[in-house]
């Protein structure tokens, strides 16, 4: 492959380009199959017609279908949603570069730790995640942690709901 920054062949292995120090598949003044110059904003390369979006990190994530996973949900009583918090949180830090960041495991015990309370941010991260995966600017992140609270509220709804029966039935 070619540097996307400087247009210098590099190995398809190469981390980091050895002619210019940027991050292989960085930049975006050269086509990365033909090493021919592009315009920054081209979509595709003129040259030899590839596709210069960048390619998200994919391998080992699959399609998930969200109706089914939600029956999971219920089915396993819960069990599955927690399988299934574990990898979107991997699978999002990956796709979003966010490798570094909090892991699924980590972000599942923290919410047990924390009562609940740590998957509120962990709402609002991941709506922040969402919108750079779509590669928009909308509040999802926002979007989230209101739902996020909205669930909750509707856990301590039905909880109240069950207290009030039960005290009524007394
Ligand atoms: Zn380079
Ligand atoms: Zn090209």
Redesign the pocket.
């Known amino acids: 492959m070619y ?6 062949e ?1 190995s398809d292995e190469a981390m980091i ?6 991050p292989a598949g960085k ?1 975006n003044t050269y086509c990365s199959n033909c090493g021919g110059e592009v315009h920054p904003e081209a979509v595709i390369c003129v040259n030899c017609g590839v596709s210069l979006k960048k390619k998200l990190p994919t391998e080992g994530i699959q399609k998930r279908n969200i109706a089914v996973a939600i029956i999971l949900t219920i089915i396993t009583c819960g069990i599955y949603g927690i399988y299934w918090f574990v990898k979107l949180t991997n699978e999002m830090n990956r796709l979003t570069g966010n490798e570094q960041d909090t892991s699924g495991g980590v972000a599942c015990l923290l919410t047990i730790v924390t009562c609940g309370i740590y998957s509120i941010y962990w709402a609002y991260r991941m709506g922040e995640k969402r919108d750079r995966l779509a590669e928009k600017d909308s509040s999802s992140a926002i979007l989230y942690l209101v739902l996020s609270l909205f669930i909750s509220i509707a856990v301590y709804a039905l909880a109240q709901d069950a207290i009030n029966k039960a005290i009524e039935n007394n």
Do not use: E, L, P, S
């Not at 380009?17 to 940027?22: Q, T």
């Open positions: 540097c996307r920054n400087c247009g210098k590099i380009c050895v002619h210019c120090g940027v930049g």
